[in-house]
């Protein structure tokens, strides 16, 4: 009997030791350092010598991959700003390979960098547009309406013009895909199915030239209903988009952005 309860008494004790060691364990202190590493950069438009021209939310991606402790580590990114910047400033120190991918723009080689602890380390890349504006003029032609004229030409051997656009908006500083617009000023037009005379497509060098196209603001919706015949006072923000068929994701190319009052 006194030998049973010996036992028992050890079989406690050990217990109690197990139970001291693993409280003690999940108790320390992570000696980890906190990722004060920065990055920070620019994704240039090669053909604009300018930061490439994005909508926002999610324009482009950085993405980022640490080689200082594995040969396949997990992908994490960075979402790039409208005017093609982009900045992390929580990085841990250590060697990375780094991608610009999913704009409107051919995806360039990846680079390789190692990012110091509490230092700032800038990554730039220059790019390729799918598509690219010249002489683009937004400009308020009437009482009701504004005109968008521009060029526009494929970049990208093998990539084929698949609908540019124009997006208005009194909603929103940043008119686009993500951003909240009014459809009914931002119509989508297909290459193929434009009627306008004044559209000049040239197949053979994927370039448009003489593209005119008026967007009309009458007829604002607000709760619901019309608003009369005519265009809601205040400011609205427009700009011209284009995609290509090969462009990830359906991103668009877009011009800067116009402000035109009313």
């Known amino acids: 009997m006194n030998r049973m309860k010996k036992i028992a008494i050890n079989i406690l004790w050990l217990g109690c030791l197990a139970v001291a060691a693993l409280l003690q364990t999940s108790c320390e202190v992570d000696n980890y350092a906190e990722p004060d590493g920065i990055i920070f950069g620019k994704v240039t438009d090669a053909i604009t010598g300018q930061g490439i021209i994005t909508e926002q939310p999610e324009g482009f991606r950085i993405r980022y991959y640490e080689l200082s402790w594995s040969d396949n580590p997990a992908p994490r990114d960075i979402w790039g700003m409208v005017d093609g910047t982009y900045r992390n400033a929580k990085m841990f120190a250590g060697h990375y390979r780094i991608e610009a991918i999913e704009g409107a723009f051919v995806p360039p080689p990846a680079q390789e960098i190692d990012i110091r602890s509490n230092a700032e380390t800038e990554l730039n890349f220059t790019v ?61 037009h ?73």
């Open 128 to 188: 390729t547009p799918y598509v690219s504006f010249s002489n683009v003029s937004i400009a308020k032609t009437g009482a009701d309406e504004v005109t968008c004229t521009f060029n526009l030409k494929v970049n990208v051997p093998g990539s084929v013009l698949r609908d540019f656009r124009i997006y208005a908006s009194d909603q929103t500083k940043l008119p686009g895909t993500q951003a909240p617009i009014q459809s009914e000023f931002s119509t989508i």
């Open 190 to 262: 297909s290459v193929n199915g434009v009627e306008n005379s004044q559209l000049v497509w040239d197949v053979a060098s994927q370039n448009l030239t003489e593209g005119a196209f008026t967007v009309k603001l009458k007829g604002y919706v607000a709760k619901g209903a019309k608003v009369g015949d005519y265009v809601y006072p205040g400011i609205y923000w427009i700009r011209i988009a284009a995609r290509t068929n090969n462009s990830p994701v359906g991103r668009y190319n877009m011009t800067a952005i116009e402000e035109v009052s009313f």
